[in-house]
């Protein structure tokens, strides 16, 4: 099971410019085999096998998209499959049980399901068990039905699965499956699921394993998540590419397990190398994309993020990121007017930021550029909760220690005997460092917001802070520690940005809310070059 994620409580809400307003630095070549990911319209991306050594160069931010870029749910063309079976393939009918069908043929065959409903049983863990290397594929038509009895799909630990061009809908009883998927349960590897309508299921529609491709499916009105990334054997190298990510978390965990931090259109629990491209996330009840705790070399670009009830990205306790290129369109309208004590951000960094001594790209800078936010409740919100850290009670990711000296440092040696003392004190805290937030466009229309978006209901902000550290006793990072540190020592940095409409700004500390000639005045120096546009203006 994945580590329990911190509560959404209000209070634990959690260097030098760079040159050129088309530019950016980029940390490159580090994990491992990213599928789909390769040098192409002047960009550097991971390539290979292995991690290589981190290099500063420049390249243009990708556009952000003016459009959803995967409307994949009403597109019947894209999912359909071929109408007849592949050469070689295993005709499975309605009337077949696809799970017997499977185990008497060997591994590496291809099935192609033929038009209608195809049911597994009456069991709940009746089930389709593959084999290394088979492949489902469905006419136009297929459905593979749970019934609300079966509670999984596809399951077990064969590589190299494929499913694709399916209907599989109805798996697991309403509020089941909890942080568990319907299709690859278990989180196999090498898995590719493609052009599929994962839809209605309980838990997770989709778990995401090692080496998995993820691309152009239809992931809608899942229980509690459209995909879950997690491998008690961790997961690398992973891409989720053109799905339309649609309606999930119907179960509404969050309530039913008290602030869990357990949904999202889709979640990464301690992912080394993800590539996050052209998706459409929308009107998820939850936050849209969730990576929460050591996650790191993340690459999350022109993806279109719409009317989430929370956040549209969260980035929490991880490592090493670009974000870049996005759309965000109002994000946070439900969540944000309950939440005044703590703006609801399109995009929330939480204890997150690059660390040289964490694989993945962006390990010098964490990138947040090229993005364009229009009518979201907040705009960025860089955190750091004082009282979160390896060894910590307030460490709600329980267990869980840092990535940047796991050897020496980690949860069981950050203690109140070692904290005080190097390397302890500058490696227990996971720490949103060297964030550079450039060349976005924020705009803000109040009206279109809603009726009590304003200074004081905390809609239209963005931040860069830090509670006051009061806990536990024995906490090295008491008092304005941490709120100095972000704020002044940690090279996090917003400039060349376009702002448009009524923008306030949360620093240092939760309740400073400043307005442009504080952000932009001393100590705090931000977006001292950034423009100021009226609504309309081009």
Same mark, same amino acid.
């Given at each position: 099971m994945p580590p329990e994620s911190p509560g959404r409580a209000a209070w634990f809400r959690k260097p030098q410019v760079l040159a050129g307003v088309a530019a950016l630095a980029v940390a490159a070549l580090v994990t491992a085999d990213l599928a789909g990911y390769h040098l192409h319209s002047g960009r550097q991306v991971a390539t290979g096998p292995g991690v290589a050594s981190s290099t500063a160069v420049t390249t243009p931010a990708p556009p952000a998209p003016t459009a959803p870029p995967a409307r994949i749910c009403a597109n019947q063309k894209a999912l359909s499959g071929p109408v007849s079976a592949p050469p070689g393939a295993v005709v499975v009918t309605t009337s077949d049980n696809l799970n017997q069908v499977t185990q008497a043929h060997p591994e590496g065959t291809t099935f192609w399901l033929t038009p209608g409903v195809h049911r597994l049983g009456t069991s709940p863990f009746a089930q389709v068990i593959p084999k290394n290397r088979d492949t489902y594929v469905g006419a136009p038509g297929a459905i593979l039905d749970g019934a609300r009895r079966n509670r999984y799909a596809f399951t077990g630990y064969a590589t190299g699965v494929t499913v694709k061009n399916l209907t599989i809908q109805n798996f697991g009883p309403v509020r089941t499956n909890n942080d568990e998927g319907v299709v690859n349960h278990d989180s196999g590897v090498r898995w590719n699921v493609l052009a599929n309508t994962i839809k209605d299921n309980a838990g997770a529609g989709v778990m995401i394993g090692d080496h998995n491709v993820v691309r152009g499916n239809c992931l809608?009105?899942? +229980?509690? @998540?459209?995909?879950?990334? @997690?491998?008690?054997?961790? !997961?690398?190298? =992973?891409?989720?590419? +053109?799905?339309? =990510?649609?309606?999930?978390?119907?179960?509404?965990?969050? #309530?039913? #397990? +008290?602030?869990?931090?357990?949904?999202? +259109?889709? #979640?990464?629990?301690? !992912?080394t190398g993800a590539v996050v491209r052209a998706n459409w996330v929308h009107d998820n009840h939850s936050p849209g994309l969730w990576a929460d705790t050591n996650n790191t070399g993340f690459v999350i670009e022109g993806n279109y993020l719409s009317g989430n009830l929370a956040e549209g990205i969260i980035y929490e306790t991880s490592y090493n990121a670009g974000i870049r290129g996005n759309t965000f369109v109002r994000n946070g309208l439900g969540k944000g007017p309950a939440n005044h004590g703590f703006p609801t951000p399109a995009l929330y960094i939480s204890e997150s930021g690059s660390d040289s001594r964490v694989p993945g790209v962006f390990n010098q800078t964490f990138e947040i550029s090229g993005n364009v936010f229009t009518d979201n409740w907040a705009g960025v919100i860089l955190w750091e909760n004082a009282d979160r850290f390896a060894g910590s009670a307030a460490n709600t990711s329980t267990g869980v220690g840092t990535l940047v000296n796991p050897s020496v440092v980690n949860a069981k040696t950050c203690t109140a005997a070692t904290i005080r003392d190097q390397p302890y004190l500058r490696d227990c805290r996971w720490k949103t460092q060297n964030v550079r937030v450039h060349d976005n466009v924020f705009s803000l229309s109040p009206d279109k917001v809603s009726p009590i978006c304003g200074f004081s209901s905390g809609c239209g902000f963005n931040g860069l802070f830090s509670n006051w550290g009061t806990y536990p006793t024995w906490s090295p990072y008491q008092k304005a520690v941490v709120q100095d540190a972000i704020t002044y020592h940690q090279a996090n940095r917003f400039f060349n940005n376009t702002y448009a409409g009524p923008w306030n700004f949360i620093v240092h500390e939760q309740g400073n809310r400043v307005n442009w000639a504080a952000w932009q005045g001393a100590p705090y120096g931000q977006d001292q070059d950034s423009v100021v546009k009226v609504l309309g203006e081009r």
């Open positions: 809608q009105s899942n +229980g509690q @998540y459209g995909f879950n990334a @997690y491998s008690a054997n961790k !997961v690398a190298g =992973i891409t989720v590419e +053109g799905n339309e =990510i649609t309606g999930n978390n119907t179960d509404d965990w969050e #309530k039913l #397990k +008290g602030g869990c931090g357990c949904t999202g +259109g889709g #979640k990464f629990w301690e !992912v």
